[in-house]
């Protein structure tokens, strides 16, 4: 079923293309777009994604004058780690890819990494949440780009804390995902002094949360943690107001929103909710061009953070094919770690030795209907927290690539 | 006072929620049970009609400013009048065959319709607001119940028992069966058979399309809502009976109830649960729980 790869072979290729330079694979640098095309996290990745892959290619070469030639695939997961592993040594052995970006849902960036590493290819992951990408599970062969479980904690979680919610009840999306994420905010949680009553871990996907709801709500916790995302998230936030457990008193933490939630929740029903992202698309005036060239290509849907991650690790990506000179996968990861980032989305950065891509992150709380100027117009910035502060710092790091 | 360690009052909310969701199941399988029933067409585009009926609801009122209560007696009149179209023109065609046509051409339809849905409103889902009498809960002591959801459970109640009525107990429902028994003899006495099984599936995506209303206020109306449930819904069908109404119907609200349960004592296993109780059956009574051999 929808076992469709989507073919769409497009090649951004540039203007004034030279000869192929000899180290290039083939001559063509060719860049594939692994993620959800079809299911609840469509929408935070899927054709955006490839939208956003292409446009960095073009700005990428019309700004540096590179004669690469670029190729940007695209396939749908299904989010099903053995169709996404398919798909990944299928482009890895037959079909010439050279690095795979995106990836969401944890267990099936997992596997790519590992494949990767592997093969000696390259996959650059903003897609994926779980904080493992760079810690036990890192490896040279992988570079986690936008956001991870560490931050999303650190941000939303401590916060959370701080301003008196110190008793959490979690609901979990029962996989890699998930239990990063509620490990990762319970130790945030614990460490500033609050206390985890229970938790409950829900099969994934899931439609009806009534009953895990009331779980929560029988175990007088402060917050309800939701270490959830898509449309787990939005679900469970609708029908937590549907049961009145807002108005009992508990809250809810959302650990995992992205825009295109906020947007397709409405903001009557997730006003107030504190959320930690990476990129917002009214951060600036050059995130607010980007945006609305993005919708243009995007039948009109603002960009999420993944989004963005797939764009600013793509320009990183082939300015480091192009320093290093070659393809090879490697050698690629080694040139981004060693290459300072810059790019318009979340200017200037670095790779970590862990393959963590570092930046600042924005704790930000959802807009009341009354403040909102119209569609999209959602977030109020509440404080940024500085880039190296943001993720987790290398000396509590389990990665075996960096040396203590 | 506790039950294997979890509160009575707890379960009790439980066993209710389980009640509720176990309506939806009841709702769509009763459905297919009409269709395989009395056309023997394996309806698997059931979910995509279900989305259909929520996305009609959406686009109705936002569009047209076409309020709850409208909705629900023109939706499915619409998504109804669309099963009959698709009847007239493909699944006619398809009676003398193997059942794995019909099935197959249905899942077609599902994938295009749902496809084309994804592709106009992305995947993340509208939100559609409960109706105003209904905004609010209810203190039962032991939880508070969302009156939608008390609504839910009356409206499938109703609805459920009444289709059940009509095609058992009615000299209607007598023609139906006796048409799917016997098709010429039937027609001989000068009834319209070919008409008759054209409004039944009507009839059964009507309900569909009903469920998806129905379903609209609960979860984000979303181009996958249907795919999600459909499957379980064909557990429901399958353990309940092929083409037992009855059997569709309280199939659907008992294994409400077990995966409510599933979801108190371990929670991991409850969107298997229905599927291993599937296994069984299957294994035991072959034909089902009310279905009969034939």
């Not at chain 1, 909102?372 to 987790?392: C, H, M, Q, W």
């Amino acid at each position: 079923m929808k076992r469709n790869l989507i073919s769409l072979a497009v090649a951004a290729a540039c203007a004034f293309a030279g000869s192929a330079q000899a180290q290039i694979s083939d001559g063509i640098v060719k860049i594939g777009v692994l993620n959800d095309m079809s299911g609840l996290y469509s929408d935070i990745t899927g054709q955006g994604s490839v939208v956003a892959a292409r446009m960095a290619v073009e700005d990428y070469i019309r700004a540096s004058k590179s004669t690469l030639k670029v190729e940007i695939v695209g396939a749908d997961h299904q989010n099903k780690p053995d169709v996404g592993s398919n798909v990944a040594r299928q482009w890895y052995d037959t079909e010439k890819v050279d690095m795979i970006a995106d990836v969401p849902t944890s267990s099936i960036g997992l596997a790519i990494a590992k494949i990767s590493a592997d093969k000696g290819k390259l996959h650059v992951n903003s897609g994926s949440a779980t904080a493992d990408l760079s810690g036990k599970a890192c490896n040279a062969n992988t570079i986690h780009w936008a956001y991870d479980t560490w931050m999303l904690a650190n941000g939303t979680g401590k916060a959370i804390v701080k301003s008196g919610g110190d008793t959490w009840f979690f609901l979990t999306a029962d996989y890699a995902f998930g239990h990063a994420l509620e490990r990762d905010t319970e130790a945030v949680v614990l460490k500033n002094g609050g206390k985890v009553v229970g938790k409950v871990r829900t099969p994934f996907p899931t439609q009806d949360f009534s009953s895990f709801l009331l779980q929560a709500q029988a175990s007088k916790a402060k917050i309800i943690g939701l270490a959830n995302a898509g449309g787990d998230t939005t679900n469970s936030i609708k029908q937590a107001f549907e049961f009145g457990i807002t108005k009992g008193g508990q809250n809810l933490a959302g650990l995992l929103v992205f825009l295109p939630d906020v947007h397709s929740l409405s903001l009557e029903k997730a006003q107030g909710l504190m959320l930690t992202e990476t990129f917002y698309w009214d951060l600036n005036e050059q995130t607010r061009a980007f945006t609305k060239r993005f919708a243009a290509a995007n039948g009109g849907k603002y960009p999420s953070m993944v989004h963005a991650g797939v764009y600013s690790s793509v320009i990183h990506y082939l300015k480091a094919v192009d320093a290093a000179k070659t393809d090879d996968g490697t050698k690629v990861a080694a040139k981004m770690k060693e290459l300072p980032t810059d790019d318009v989305l979340f200017g200037k950065g670095t790779v970590r030795a862990d393959g963590r891509k570092i930046h600042p992150a924005y704790l930000f709380e959802v807009k009341k209907p009354s403040e909102s100027k119209g569609p999209y117009d959602y977030y109020k910035l509440v404080s940024t927290i500085p880039a190296n502060e943001a993720f987790r710092p290398l000396s509590e790091s389990d990665c075996p690539l960096v040396k203590k | 006072m506790e039950i294997f360690g979890i509160p009575s009052q707890a379960l009790f909310g439980q066993l209710l929620i389980g009640l509720i969701n176990g309506s939806f199941y009841a709702l769509l399988s009763l459905g297919l049970a009409v269709i395989f029933g009395l056309l023997n067409i394996i309806n698997f585009s059931h979910g995509a009609q279900y989305m259909l009926g929520a996305f009609v609801a959406y686009l109705s009122l936002n569009k047209l400013g076409i309020n709850y209560w409208v909705s629900l007696l023109l939706t499915p009149l619409l998504v109804g009048a669309t099963g009959v179209l698709i009847e007239k023109t493909m699944l006619k065609r398809l009676y003398k065959l193997d059942h794995l046509y019909g099935l197959l051409l249905t899942f077609g339809l599902a994938l295009i319709i749902q496809g084309v849905f994804r592709h106009e409103f992305g995947s993340s889902g509208m939100p559609y607001p409960s109706p105003e009498v209904f905004q609010g809960v209810f203190n039962l002591g032991f939880m508070f119940l969302p009156k939608y959801r008390a609504w839910v459970i009356v409206v499938s109640l109703v609805v459920c028992l009444s289709t059940w009525f009509v095609i058992e107990r009615t000299k209607l429902g007598a023609y139906l069966r006796a048409a799917t028994e016997n098709p010429s003899l039937v027609q001989a006495f000068g009834i319209n058979v070919p008409r008759m099984v054209t409004l039944t599936y009507g009839f059964g995506v009507a309900l569909a399309a009903f469920a998806g209303v129905m379903a609209a206020p609960i979860y984000q109306v979303s181009p996958m809502m249907g795919a999600d449930i459909i499957i379980v819904v064909f557990a429901v069908v399958v353990v309940g009976g092929m083409g037992s109404i009855m059997g569709a119907i309280l199939t659907g609200f008992g294994l409400g109830l077990v995966e409510g349960l599933t979801k108190v004592f371990y929670p991991e296993a409850s969107n298997t649960v229905i599927f291993v109780i599937m296994t069984i059956v299957l294994l035991l009574k072959p034909a089902g729980l009310f279905g009969t051999q034939k």
